[in-house]
């Protein structure tokens, strides 16, 4: 069987009137059989007993979706790295102070 063709169409982009920017320095993930969601946030505080988390948007996609965006990502930062130079992986220090 041979492979199916696909083209590539050009993308338009329109922002919704409701379309807003936003930071985060948390990123949560939760999984179902259905779908994968970010909760991202900003961390407000960080103590050895607690991190306390602004939730600002959930974001849901397809398994199938989450996947491509791995690896899109993962692209990315590959092209990052090699632009600025590796990205140095959080201290366990640095670690402690975010984990929940």
Do not use: C
Not at 4 to 27: D, G, L, M, W
Not at 33 to 60: C, F, H, K, N
Request: proline fraction near 6%; glycine fraction near 2%.
């Amino acid at each position: 069987m041979p492979a199916k063709k696909t083209t590539e169409r050009p993308i338009k982009t329109e922002k919704a009137q409701e379309f807003q920017t936003v930071y985060s320095n948390s990123v949560q993930i939760d999984q179902s059989p259905w779908d994968v969601r970010l909760r991202m946030g900003q961390i407000q505080a960080a103590t050895q007993e607690e991190v306390v988390v602004s939730e600002l948007v959930y974001v849901y996609m397809s398994p199938q979706h989450a996947k491509a965006f791995s690896e899109i990502l993962s692209q990315v930062v590959a092209k990052w790295e090699q632009r600025h130079g590796t990205i140095p992986p959080l201290s366990a220090e640095e670690v402690a102070k975010t984990e929940h």
